[in-house]
């Protein structure tokens, strides 16, 4: 059969102007559409100058309003950097302006009191005036759907115990400890100097001092600021050995000495990694390193200040050990504990394999929820990396519980505490106290701009620019630093009164309550696996955690066996 041809189609005579019309083609009515604001902008701009000058002077002030777009107008055709201004200028400007609003925009105008993220609008209410001592009581019920997925509650007593009135404290160290310390069961967790300012530094340190807690120095080293108030502190200790350090970075003991034994220094904590960037290290370039920041960490001025991602002082979890019996030793027998956030469950089986066989524990664990705050971490880290608060607490309760260990070590959490009962849930499931953070920076007056890495941030707290921190004035935001701490400890003791309890240390899992569906609910101890004392040891392979368990070397952190299918080939 004969093939059919396709039937050609010839377009009809177009005019020499175009297919749009006899005097302009499309492209240039396309580049007229597009440049129309910036065309009519600049017309009346010199429109005006010209009648300022034959008619009246007032239309010089439009020319004066209109000439700066022209301007702008201007600059979006010639430069060559972003397309649509140079497609659109003018009006393309807007897109820009209406991008570096629109966190606040969607702050403060569209996102309802409990859909922001990382903090939502009532919890930072609620932060706000507890600091500033201002009502913090909630009128006409809850504003929650208390039949919506992960909505919790505690349960409470028919025979409620009296509201304890004194604060609630917690002895930290173990038989190997000297000099125990007494923690509120609130503290201010690890900020370094440098990511705070110094106003933001000694507001908080003072802030402590006056609430009765603790001030965590972060990786940073100890500062001027930190001790200037005379604030309990907890010296934090990272990769770097910031302040204790020799020259080449590795770890000084006689410049540790030197200065955790400070009678201001009430612990020691060895930062293992922290929840919003774990396994990340940092450098602070040699720009950024101040004669003062210099002697503050004990590095080199004029270099680059690396944080590496792992400790150089010890290399299995064995070592570890080690570590913490001579900062023991060299702070004069004060507390000495780790703060992690919880990766590989292998590895926590694998310290708590190291401190039986060792004889050695540190007289506290930190752990610090991927939820956690920093300055600037990269997007897939603080995403996606690093095991949440609730289930990193409850693997290092454990792996203590489970290996009999739990008696001497005791537990902190951290990781977006801001209330009484966000306290409450986390010492259900095992911490003795809590470290917060972001919660004391809103009671500086933080607003949450969200420009923490850039040095801009504009009430003063992270930021070293001398003009934006006199906007934070110590005394007064100390005060509400100490307020904070007293409104949500008082929070704490009222559910814990409510439950028929007299100490939060008394609180166990079944007194929360999670919403797993529309339709059902169960306690905590339903949901997740809690293990009787010995449990590790006795019994393992009666565990959920009998692969990890297993695989767990008290002399490598690598796991001695693979845990899980093996990759195909």
């Known amino acids: 059969m004969p093939v059919a041809t396709k039937p050609e189609y010839k377009s009809a005579p177009q005019p020499e102007g175009g297919a749009d019309g006899l005097f302009m083609s499309s492209s240039t009515r396309g580049l007229l559409r597009r ?23 007032a239309w010089l002030i439009v020319f004066c309003v209109l000439f700066p777009l022209v301007l702008v107008g201007i600059f979006d055709v010639t430069q060559s950097e972003h397309s649509l201004l140079r497609n659109y200028p003018v009006i393309g400007s807007v897109r820009w302006i209406f991008e570096a ?13 409990q859909s922001e993220r990382p903090y939502n609008r009532e919890d930072r209410s609620i932060i706000y005036a507890r600091a500033k001592n201002e009502e913090d009581r909630q009128p006409f019920g809850t504003e929650l759907d208390t039949y919506a997925a992960e909505y919790e509650w505690m349960t409470h007593s028919l025979a409620p115990a009296p509201v304890a009135h004194e604060p609630f404290r917690v002895t930290v160290g173990g038989s190997a400890c000297a000099k ?17 300012g110094r106003n933001a530094i000694e507001a908080l340190n003072l802030g402590a001092k006056t609430a009765g807690c603790y001030h ?21 200790l990272g990769s770097g050995y910031f302040g204790a350090r020799n020259r080449d970075g590795t770890f000084s003991p ?39 920041i210099a002697e503050i960490r004990g590095i080199p001025l004029g270099e680059d200040c690396i944080s590496p991602s792992r400790h150089s002082a010890f290399s299995t979890p064995a070592q570890m050990m080690e570590f913490v019996a001579q900062l023991r030793d060299l702070s004069g027998g004060k507390p000495v504990g780790i703060k992690l956030c919880v990766g590989h469950p292998s590895e926590v089986f694998a310290l708590a394999k190291a401190m039986v066989k060792t004889g050695i ?12 705050g920093t300055g600037a971490a990269p997007h897939e880290l603080a995403d996606h990396l690093g095991m949440p608060l609730r289930e990193g607490l409850i693997l290092m309760r454990n792996a203590l519980v489970g290996t009999g260990l739990r008696h001497e070590v005791r537990l902190a959490a951290s990781g977006k ?17 809590c470290n917060a953070a972001r919660a004391f920076m809103f009671s500086l007056g933080c607003v949450m701009s969200m420009r923490c890495h850039t040095g801009t941030c504009p009430t003063g707290v992270t930021t070293d620019d001398p003009h934006l921190q006199r906007g934070l004035v110590v005394d007064e935001k100390a005060e509400r630093v100490a307020n904070f701490h007293r409104h949500s400890v008082h ?8 439950a028929g309890l007299e100490h939060p240390g008394d609180l166990l899992p079944h007194h929360v309550w999670h919403r797993v569906s529309p339709i059902e609910v169960k306690a905590l101890d339903r949901i997740y696996t809690f293990l009787p004392a010995g449990a590790l040891l006795d019994a393992p392979d009666e565990t959920p955690y009998a692969a990890e368990w297993h695989a767990a070397d008290a002399d490598s952190f690598a796991p001695r066996q693979a845990v899980g299918p093996r990759r195909a080939a």
């Open 361 to 372: 524990q540190p007289d506290f664990v930190v752990v610090d929820g991927a939820e956690g």
């Open 254 to 292: 006689e410049r540790f000495a030197e200065r955790a034994t400070d009678p201001q220094v009430k612990m020691v904590e060895i930062k293992l990694s922290q929840g919003a960037k774990p396994g990340h290290g940092g450098v602070l370039p040699a720009a950024k390193v101040t004669p003062e």
């Open 35 to 57: 440049w129309s604001v910036f065309i009519a902008v600049t017309v009346i701009a010199l429109v005006s100058l010209l009648l300022s000058f034959a008619s009246h002077q």
């Open 417 to 433: 505490v801001t209330s009484g009962f966000s306290m409450a849930a986390n010492m259900a499931i095992g911490a003795d106290w």
């Open 491 to 498: 929070a704490l003791a009222e559910l814990v009164a409510a």
């Open 180 to 196: 125990p310390y007494s923690a509120s069961v609130l503290n201010v967790s690890a900020m370094s100097f440098g990511s705070l």
């Open 101 to 113: 609003m629109r966190p606040y925009l969607r702050q403060y105008l569209m996102e309802d009191d």
């Open 216 to 236: 965590d120095t972060g990786e940073g080293g100890l500062s001027p600021y930190h001790r200037m108030h005379g604030g309990d502190i907890v010296w934090e």
